[in-house]
């Protein structure tokens, strides 16, 4: 059997969501490692603290004539939810911290449930404890 740490990565990434292909990519990457079995860790920081605002709302697209509903918009926050209910499906841990710094710049404090705040520590902690770490950039 496998120790958890060795089931265990971590992720750091700092995009904001809407802003790049990189959050897409990072996403997909978390959904396959839930499909490999890993536990998840996610240290978001800078504007990736913004992935998990509750208040993201969907929005129509009035240059193709298409509603909300129509649009299908897909939310940065949704997208953790899924990850976060596949997670727990399989058995599977998912911790996602926002950097409270990054939090506190932002005014981003009204998050999904299951995502919490922190600080470098916990990365530290996250990498510490983890078979791997991969830091997604923005550059």
């Not at 504007?47 to 009035?62: D, M």
């Not at 997670?87 to 009204?110: H, M, P, Q, Y």
Request: aromatic content about 8%; glycine content about 8%; overall charge negative.
């Amino acid at each position: 059997m496998k120790s958890t740490n060795e089931q265990t990565l971590t992720f750091a990434f700092m995009d904001p969501p809407f802003e790049s292909e990189r959050t897409v990519t990072f996403f997909r990457l978390l959904d396959a490692a839930l499909d490999k079995g890993a536990n998840i860790r996610v240290f978001a920081y800078e504007g990736a603290v913004s992935l998990s605002l509750s208040l993201q709302k969907a929005h129509g697209n009035s240059i193709h004539g298409r509603n909300a509903e129509e649009e299908d918009h897909p939310l940065s926050k949704d997208w953790i939810s899924s990850l976060q209910h596949k997670a727990a499906s399989n058995n599977l841990k998912f911790e996602w911290i926002n950097c409270g710094l990054c939090v506190d710049e932002r005014g981003v404090t009204d998050v999904i449930e299951g995502c919490n705040r922190g600080g470098p520590p916990d990365l530290w902690r996250y990498a510490s404890e983890s078979l791997n770490t991969l830091t997604i950039g923005t550059r």
